[in-house]
């Protein structure tokens, strides 16, 4: 799925780590959402929403693959 998570958090100046900390996830999963090796679950894309104060379609496109 891609998504607009590097720019929003480039945009903030927030390393992975920064993020990570602020969803209570792990800089790995960080970095595997932001590349596209993993989806996020709903509530954490709600959560990733909210605390860019964006709706979930904004950050996360469905392409073809999904």
Do not use: H
């Not at 999963?29 to 590349?35: F, K, L, M, P």
């Not at 989806?39 to 379609?57: N, Y």
Request: negative net charge; glycine residues 8%.
């Amino acid at each position: 799925m891609k998504n607009r998570l590097k720019v929003l958090r480039a945009e903030r100046d927030w390393s992975q780590g920064d993020l990570a900390e602020r969803l209570e996830v792990s800089r790995q999963s960080v970095n595997a959402i932001e590349t596209g090796r993993y989806d996020p679950s709903l509530p954490l894309a709600f959560k990733i929403a909210a605390l860019f104060g964006c709706r979930i379609e904004e950050i996360f496109e469905v392409g073809a693959e999904g």
